[in-house]
């Protein structure tokens, strides 16, 4: 070997002496066989651990779910409202239920089912590991697992829970057939409707007895297992009808792939719809519609429909006992007594909503959602399909106010704002040509705001809408709690200054509530508390959490409807000695009426429906034998028969506000005015008319004069109304009204 070799030998030496010396410390310790010794080892372990488990944990009997316990509801002073704990279940052998209704339920939640060992362990291991890092429920057990979740154990979701359904679930499928499986699965789970069972579930959605149902009547009852109360077709929304029916068509396909039915069978099958629901026996009366909003608020918590079905609640709500019995009879005196449905069809469409809400806390204390659960299925209360009409208006102003808005010509908007009350007045800078007509197609030439809120003048606040801008005005509108889908009829053009998008009673009230509560956020509960046992408790939203609007838009707001009742379209729940806020709406062609309203310490919002057999919207006109129903009529005098029983006859309310937005100074009135080219309207809604109609936004109350008139109680910056002729140009727009545009909603006034 020469040198140069032996140079080499040695530089390959160093290299793999240091190379070891790298490989030193802790990395020894990890050499492919180590690593694979850790593994058996850990391996070794884990089973050890799971056949102790397993041998442990014995089959227990059946669980209290089939014997429920009731429910409990309480008013809030502890009293009980009501108990409901009867459980709608009727067991079925599985031979009386068709053999292709059977793998409908298969082919929807575990296609493998007759062929697998019961569980799935990468389902099972991911709910471990989300439960045990507190993200809800995991889907992606199998039949066997829901079956024994369901009969043995409890819907509760802990790690000790699940690690004890797989071990049960092995065992249950050692032990017992298939057919036995999948007879309790179908037998004990919930599908809605307080349906337990396919039995009752069959007669709930098909009336018809289980034995007789189709494969596509299969198909849905197996499809409503994943969200009962989302997927009844009959009352859920456009996107839970989506749903449900893709579900469906998935579950289909599923049969198909299993061969348990045929390509040209299923090509043939078309989605039935199922009936309409029936009222659930002793829930009679407004119990049944309490109880039912009281379950979807639970629902919103996570705690889910299986959980409550379950029983064992004990649920306080914040129904104020006294005042609940007021609102009935103030409902019965005003209006249902003086109804013969006999006589009139308008008599028997007529339905009323409504909610009370204090203020300060949120909570729901009085609610009317109608004739009763047993006879009028929807809740009038919390149902959004009717129009609020000019009930709408306080939010242009509100959004105004917060949003330090100006006219076109850069005059504040206040109360005391002068606008062009011409009725079927263009809209000035609408990229949507709009022209709404005042009630009875009456002018009022130049008015300030004050005075427009009072007799709801439909041209000042499309005008004023959009001045503010339609997007800030739909902003505001959804910060003081309204729902702003567009799916709820809630498009961003000038007709939205009419109130023609959806809204319930329930909204309206919490819209109102927030305004009252100085522009805090109220969102109106009913459950005041919920709790299972001693460990078990739903956890609850703040009712009043966050600042929606600022104090001083929210007061000067409430100022302004202050004079709505004392000198505008709510004169009729005027009250000696008690200060109170409101306003009146009337909807398109008369099909809803309402007077939502308010003192110091209490909020109520009073809603009428017109609406015929299979829920068409109807007129509301010729309703007890009179003419055309408007805000300030019945929806006012049951608001106020209500409100009046809740005061103290000693007592004087007053509101606490703040209202410096309106001591702004007001600029003159300028003949000029910026304005942008209209363009091709957007079609109107189906709830809007295609041309303005003096019938159209009827709200004045039958007591309220037919000029102008200033208010008893105005802002000390409001002025008188002026005597114009002719009228000069206003910072709202011209004085010379434009013919009808595009876009005609005709909301209310």
Not at 576 to 581: I, S, T
């Amino acid at each position: 070997m020469g040198r140069a070799d032996d140079r080499r030998a040695r530089q390959k030496g160093a290299r793999r002496a240091k190379k070891a010396a790298k490989q030193g410390g802790i990395r020894r310790f990890f050499t492919w066989k180590m690593v694979l010794a850790y593994f058996v080892g850990l391996g070794a372990l884990g089973v050890a651990a799971f056949a102790i488990l397993y041998f442990s944990v014995k089959v227990p009997p059946a669980n209290a779910a089939a014997k429920a316990e009731a429910n409990i509801y309480k008013y809030s002073d502890g009293s009980i409202m009501a108990k409901e704990g009867s459980v709608n279940r009727e067991s079925v052998p599985l031979s009386k239920i068709p053999k292709k209704v059977q793998h409908t339920f298969v082919a929807a939640e575990n296609k493998d089912f007759y062929t697998d060992s019961g569980v799935s362990f990468s389902g099972t291991a991911r709910g471990l590991i989300n439960t045990a890092l507190g993200r809800g429920k995991q889907g992606g057990s199998t039949i066997t697992q829901q079956f024994v979740k369901n009969y043995y154990l409890s819907q509760e979701q802990t790690v000790s829970r699940k690690l004890k359904e797989l071990v049960i679930s092995l065992k249950v499928d050692q032990d017992q057939s298939k057919d036995y499986i999948l007879q309790g699965y179908i037998n004990t789970s919930y599908y809605g409707r307080g349906a337990y069972g396919i039995q009752a579930a069959a007669r709930a959605y098909y009336n018809k007895d289980a034995e007789k149902l189709t494969v596509r009547q299969g198909a849905y009852l197996a499809a409503l297992l994943q969200a009962p109360s989302q997927y009844d077709y009959s009352t859920a929304g456009p996107n839970g009808k989506k749903l449900v029916v893709a579900r469906w068509n998935y579950i289909l396909n599923n049969m198909v792939e299993k061969d348990w039915l045929s390509q040209s069978e299923r090509d043939g099958l078309k989605f039935e719809k199922p009936i309409a629901p029936r009222p659930i026996p002793g829930l009679e009366g407004q119990t049944g519609y309490v109880i039912e909003a009281a379950k979807k608020e639970l629902y919103k918590t996570g705690i889910s429909e299986n959980e409550v079905e379950a029983g064992g609640w004990t649920v306080t709500l914040n129904l104020d006992k006294k005042k609940q019995k007021a609102l009935e009879k103030a409902v019965r005196t005003e209006l249902t007594d003086k109804l013969d449905p006999k006589k009139r069809q308008v008599d028997k469409d007529a339905q009323v909503g409504a909610v009370s809400v204090d203020p300060k806390t949120g909570g729901i204390v009085a609610m009317y959602g109608g004739a009763g659960a047993t006879e009028h299925y929807f809740n009038n209360a919390t149902r959004s399909d009717y129009q609020p009409a000019s009930t709408f208006k306080p939010l242009i102003l509100a959004s105004a106010y917060e949003n330090g808005s100006t006219t076109q010509n850069g005059t504040p908007i206040t109360a005391s704002t002068l606008y062009d009350g011409t009725s079927k007045r263009a809209v000035k800078g609408s990229v949507t040509a709009f022209a709404p007509p005042n009630e009875d197609d009456k002018s009022y030439g130049p008015i300030n705001v004050q005075k427009a809120m009072n007799k709801s003048v439909n041209s000042v606040f499309a005008q004023m809408a959009v001045d503010v801008g339609l997007d800030k005005v739909k902003s505001t509108a959804m910060d003081l709690g309204m729902n702003g889908d567009v799916k709820n009829g809630f498009d961003v053009r000038p007709a939205m200054s009419l109130g023609v998008m959806g809204a319930s009673p329930k909204e309206m009230a919490g819209v109102y509530a927030t305004l009252d509560n100085h522009g805090k956020k109220v969102t109106p509960a009913f459950v005041k508390s919920a709790q299972k046992g001693e460990d078990q408790q739903a956890d609850l939203p703040d009712p009043t959490n966050g600042q929606a609007i600022s104090r001083g838009a929210a007061d000067s707001v409430t100022q302004v409807l202050t004079g709505v009742v004392d000198d505008g379209t709510g004169q009729a729940v005027r009250t000696k000695g008690q200060e109170m806020a409101g306003k009146t709406g009337t909807s398109d062609d008369n099909k809803s009426a309402w007077f939502t309203g308010y003192t110091p310490d209490l909020v109520t919002s009073v809603g009428m429906f017109g609406e015929a057999k299979g829920g068409k919207q109807v007129t509301l006109k010729g309703l007890a034998g009179g003419g055309r129903v408007n805000g300030g009529d019945y929806p006012a005098k049951i608001w106020s028969s209500f409100m009046g029983s809740t005061l103290d006859d000693d007592s004087t309310t007053k509101f606490d506000l703040d209202t410096e937005l309106d001591n702004l100074p007001q600029a003159p009135p300028s003949t000029s005015e910026s304005e942008e080219a209209p363009t091709t309207s957007a079609p109107p809604t189906e709830s809007e008319s295609a041309t303005p109609s003096k019938s159209a936004t009827a709200d004045d109350s039958p007591t309220a004069p037919t000029t102008p008139a200033t208010p008893s109680t105005p802002s000390s910056s409001t002025p008188t109304s002026p005597t114009l002729s002719p009228p000069p140009t206003l910072p709202g727009g011209e004085a010379d009204g434009g013919a009808g545009g595009g876009d005609d909603g005709q909301g209310g006034g």
